[in-house]
């Protein structure tokens, strides 16, 4: 299925779609305020299973969490003080930050064994916000790519390459084809670990 939304005012009766999928072990494809991401419910195992199958990744690679505000954050990663501070200013946004993972016990075991960190995101989307904050908890995702990464940010060319293996996609026009930039929060001091969209500067 594919439906067409608009990025300041989604319609309720997709997002409360992309919901029932994503609660029913669907796969879907959304947009955020960077790229397209293909994203599942981050509890379903067999979700999480298909979506490496998709996107032909070798398991155990890492995926983002999606998340809808700090307060969500905390039940999969430990933020420290300092984390917080500069998270709170650049949330919701274009970044991707690496924090020290919590136990995450009531997520699938091939999501949490032997991971030591975790990518958490929170992007300035209507779209992604509201479908996160009626499922409940995070969307696991990656970004929509093919063949050695390159990211496909056309909802046409998105929906020829994988129409046939997700339940639905989100249309919300073309995006960027610049990703989050990567912050690594869990030393003293963040690292930048990719320069994409947001600024990092300060960092660097």
């Excluded at 299973?49 to 995926?63: A, C, N, Q, S, T």
């Excluded at 499922?135 to 929906?159: Q, R, Y």
């Excluded at 995006?175 to 690292?191: F, W």
Aim: charged share 20%; net charge positive; with cysteine.
């Amino acid at each position: 299925m594919i439906v067409t939304m608009h990025r300041q005012n989604p319609e309720q009766r997709y997002v409360r779609k992309a919901v029932e999928i994503l609660s029913a072990g669907g796969i879907i494809i959304y947009p955020t305020d960077t790229v397209y991401g293909i994203g599942c419910s981050a509890e379903n195992k067999n979700a999480i299973e298909r979506i490496y199958l998709v996107k032909k990744m070798k398991p155990g690679k890492p995926f983002s969490f999606v998340c809808s505000d700090l307060k969500h954050i905390s039940a999969y990663a430990h933020v420290s003080n300092a984390a917080f501070k500069i998270m709170k200013h650049l949330i919701p946004g274009p970044y991707t930050f690496i924090l020290p993972a919590a136990k995450m016990r009531s997520l699938p075991k091939i999501l949490v064994s032997k991971r030591k960190t975790v990518g958490i995101r929170v992007p300035d989307s209507r779209i992604t916000l509201e479908i996160v904050k009626a499922l409940g908890h995070p969307i696991l995702s990656t970004s929509v790519s093919v063949g050695k990464g390159e990211m496909l940010n056309d909802p046409h060319l998105i929906a020829e390459n994988f129409k046939n293996q997700v339940e639905l996609i989100i249309d919300a026009g073309p995006l960027s084809s610049l990703p989050s930039s990567i912050l690594d929060m869990t030393g003293e001091a963040p690292v930048v670990v990719r320069k994409g969209a947001g600024d990092v500067s300060m960092w660097e």
